[in-house]
């Protein structure tokens, strides 16, 4: 194991925390954050661009290069429990970080994985997982280009699969609720979770105010977005 770690490093955004998870089920609790560099998906509302889009940002600045034991001995020199794996596209790297979710699992960490749905686990990888946070992304999100990556079906069936998925959708309006509707019957997908696109508390407050009496009716979860609330849009919070 230690030979595949030290030679196939992870390319990583960025490591932070202790802080606040912000967002979904885990809402407020403490966490740490390894964000991975890169993504397969190129949406226009993207919150985290210098994870992938190298005609805004430096790959050479944007990504570094680090071992799953360095970032294994990062997180186990905090004492928090919950440590969030995000990106970008954390799948895309999956084989790579069997090591760091497998350890942290073993040290009985709880580790929480956000993923836009589009590429299946691996069992391996599944197996040190806790939880998925699977982010489907709706048309009023996505770029264009991507209208037929952003849904796959058989991605979409493995994290169920799994039955540590909970499904977050970004909406902006009203009307994309229904999209989530028609995806969650297509799909089978639960639990759903709601979530307002947003980077100021004003706008945040605006679209949750919009949707919350139709998400409550349709039996969904509705999650804010607090570190925009505590820190605004800052990064690495
Ligand atoms: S899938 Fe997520 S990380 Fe990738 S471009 Fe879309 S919003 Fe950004």
Request: charge should be neutral; include cysteine.
């Amino acid at each position: 194991m230690t030979g595949v770690v030290a030679g196939r490093p992870l390319l990583v955004a960025e490591t932070f925390g202790p802080t606040l998870q912000g967002e979904g089920p885990s809402c407020g609790r403490q966490a740490l954050f390894v964000r991975l560099s890169r993504c397969n998906l190129a949406c226009p509302g993207c919150d985290t661009p210098y994870t992938w889009d190298w005609s805004r940002f430096d790959p050479r600045a944007e990504a570094r290069p680090r071992t799953a034991a360095g970032l294994l001995e990062w997180a186990l020199g905090h004492p928090t429990e919950l440590v969030v794996v995000t990106g970008g596209e954390p799948l895309l790297q999956q084989d790579r970080l069997v090591p760091l979710v497998a350890g942290l699992a073993a040290a009985g960490r709880r580790v929480e994985v956000e993923t836009n749905g589009t590429i299946a686990p691996s069992p391996v990888f599944a197996g040190s997982v806790a939880g998925f946070t699977v982010s489907p992304k709706l048309t009023s999100f996505a770029a264009p280009g991507d209208a037929r990556r952003r849904i796959d079906p058989g991605a979409l069936r493995a994290l169920t699969a799994t039955g540590r998925a909970v499904f977050k959708f970004v909406v902006s309006t009203v009307a994309d609720l229904e999209e989530i509707a028609d995806l969650q019957r297509r799909f089978d997908l639960a639990p759903v979770w709601v979530m307002a696109e947003g980077t100021t508390t004003e706008r945040l407050l605006e679209v949750m105010r919009q949707i919350a009496d139709e998400v409550v009716g349709r039996g969904w979860h509705l999650s804010v977005r607090l570190h925009v609330l505590l820190w605004g849009d800052t990064r690495g919070r």
